[in-house]
């Protein structure tokens, strides 16, 4: 069965600073992999996604992740953060099995950037 | 946000009660959703809809029911039966391309349900 994994509950980064948000997954066959977003009391914004091509993959807002597949990893990166960039972050994989566009979601990394 | 939108924002009933939820998108989607978000769970899907007059249960749809009349529109019922109904429901849609591949489902700004 498809899965992510995002072992981080919390991660804390000072603005200015780099900032990784890393997600895992486990698939049978090729995986389709996405991040989302989620501000306060608000539905979940697209960022970006891996469907096939590049390793690396650049989204809104300045955000990338990098596909690796060795290490079935999926981790959002920005080389910058903002204040602003703080939210509660999903990492999800499509599934495959059983028919349907069906996604499944990590259980979110709340992300909190310090001035 | 984009084109989807969820009515109202938040609910409140009573135990006992049962509740429609709203959800209407313009993006001519095919595919729509509905999530439930629990704090620490994530999302969990509750049922989807590939396409008009057709519906399949996600993991958790026992308790709740839905329809799928027009392309639009893809409400949701949270029924008595539903032991803890108490969450933040999230509507979603997508393109569904032949062959049943879609891309990325865009979400609505969701509806908080407190039932007491």
């Known amino acids: 069965a498809q899965s992510v994994a995002q072992p981080e509950d919390q991660v804390n980064v000072a603005e200015g600073n780099p900032l990784t948000v890393k997600c895992t997954y486990s698939v049978s066959g090729n995986p389709y992999l996405f991040w989302y977003v989620q501000y306060p009391n608000r539905g979940l914004q697209f960022l970006l996604k891996y469907i096939t091509g590049d390793n690396l993959v650049k989204g809104s807002y300045g955000f990338e992740a990098e596909f690796n597949k060795s290490q079935t990893s999926f981790h959002l990166k920005k080389p910058s953060a903002l204040v602003s960039d703080s939210a509660l972050y999903f990492c999800a994989v499509r599934r495959l099995v059983g028919g349907g566009n069906k996604l499944t979601f990590g259980t979110g990394t709340q992300l909190k950037v310090e001035l | 946000d984009g084109g989807i939108t969820q009515s109202p924002k938040y609910l409140f009933r009573k135990e006992g009660q049962n509740v429609t939820l709203s959800c209407e998108q313009n993006?001519?989607?095919?595919?729509m959703y509905w999530y439930r978000q629990d704090p620490g769970q994530g999302l969990r899907l509750i049922y989807y809809s590939q396409i008009v007059n057709d519906f399949q249960k996600g993991d958790i749809a026992e308790g709740y029911s839905v329809s799928r009349e027009k392309k639009e529109s893809f409400p949701l019922t949270v029924t008595s039966a539903q032991k803890n109904p108490t969450a933040f429901y999230l509507c979603a849609s997508s393109y569904r391309l032949a062959g049943g591949d879609s891309y990325e489902q865009y979400f609505g700004p969701g509806t908080r349900l407190t039932v007491t």
């Open positions: 993006l001519n989607h095919d595919a």
